[in-house]
């Protein structure tokens, strides 16, 4: 036994959720990703293979999960990686989905055992040996909580400014959701929210199609992948109809890719795939056109066929200026051209984007802000990094951060388009909602458990910028 296994598996702790872990022995920890507690029994996920045998209730625990898990995320009681940040893929999904979550356990896979029962107390990141009679108290508890009262992103959650909890819901702001797919659309729709800021279409990918689009194509399939996203994006946008619905073009990484139905024989073998082939210098690519053509047509398809005109656009990890203008053509030549209903919106998210921030802004309809990867470019922070994020590191108040975002909303301001961020900055950090607001930012869009926080300190923002104003400040 290694000396960090020894301190985490002796450790007892007895201070916790309603004295359910007194006595308890702890067993890990890691960083609070999404709220709540579940007890269940350990299931092991090192790869697609294993997705099946997750019954409902389960504990997931994986080295890290991939868009491809989606259908078994579904189905857990909660979730404990040993790698990622507050950013990774395990974090954000598990918020939307409402399952607690627990990532850079570091060795859960190690100390955890399969089929061991285990109690997730996922609002403080530890996980407790369990029993029976645990069991019953927890399964009397509520799975999650509410993130304005019991979420801890890192340290601990700011909480709700003083007199935010009395002001008025609506905002000049708007606030927006971050999705990712069909799952739990009706609970979304019913939510108070301005629209979709960012629906990730990877995991209609991975949930709904499952096979590489390339392959499709070269197996004469193609219809089958217009078919199986357009489904995906035409119920999101129906559901949110008439309130606009942003689409992000596929941005999985290399090995993603990899893990789709016939993508190993498709896909290079990347060191760094983060900063690999991805994003906006895929669909350009010759081994991927014909692939991006199909994204576009099942996008033209829930327009035009499924009558879904609130669905526009991202185009997710520019580089470069030709890349757009190369972008822009292709989507032209499938018939997507800006237009009254349909705009085609730029991801701001390389350093490069921003040093050219007022080239790229007229080029395009709108520009939201992909915090998360801007921060980990910025400040060269791999947001996946458990290490890193357990040191602060990665924060987007960073000067340096806070500066690049500045720049994009001034540029957009200048441009006469929209501006908008989507991360999870604003929803953790009132200091950075506040600047978002006071420089001018159109629209935040959050995942949807930090909605009502979030609408709370954009409201008690836009107040205090009111009264500064009022006051000659």
Known sequence: MTQNEKQTTEKPHSDLSGGFTQGKKLLCRGLAASPGS????????????????????????????????????RKAGAVVTDEGGRTCHAAILSRELGIPCIVGA???????????RVLVDATRGVVFQTDEETEQETAQS????SVSKAFSLG????????????????????????IEGPAAIDRLASLPADGVGLLRTEFIFSGEVGTHPMHLVRTKQGSLFVDKLAEGMSTVAR???????LARFSDFRTNDFRKLQGGQELEPDESNPMLGWRGASRYISPDYEEGFRLECRAVKKVRDEMG?????????????LKEMERIKALLASEGLV???SFKIWLMAEVPSVVFQADAFASMVDGITIGTNDLTQLILGVDRDSAALGSMGYFDERDPAVLRAVSLVIEAARRAGIPCSVCGEGPSVFPDFAEHLVR????????????????????????????LDALRGK
């Open 439 to 466: 420089k001018g930012i159109d629209s935040i869009s959050v995942n949807s458990d930090a909605l009502d926080y979030t609408r709370r300190i954009v409201a008690s923002v836009e107040q205090k910028i009111i």
């Open 338 to 340: 800006s237009d009254a």
């Open 38 to 73: 579940a007890v269940g029994r350990v299931v092991f996920i090192p790869g697609t293979a294993e997705i099946s045998k997750v019954a409902d209730g389960d504990i997931i625990v994986a080295k890290m999960t991939t868009p491809d898990m989606v259908s078994a995320l």
């Open 142 to 145: 509520p799975r999650t909580a």
């Open 308 to 320: 879904n005109t609130n669905l526009s656009v991202i185009v997710p990890f520019v580089r470069t």
């Open 239 to 245: 559901a949110f109809y008439p309130r606009p619905v």
């Open 155 to 178: 340290s601990s959650l700011s909480p709700t400014p003083p007199g935010a909890e009395q002001l008025p819901g609506g905002t000049a702001t708007k606030l927006l959701l971050n």
């Open 106 to 116: 570091r060795n859960a896979t190690k100390i955890l055992s399969e089929g061991q």
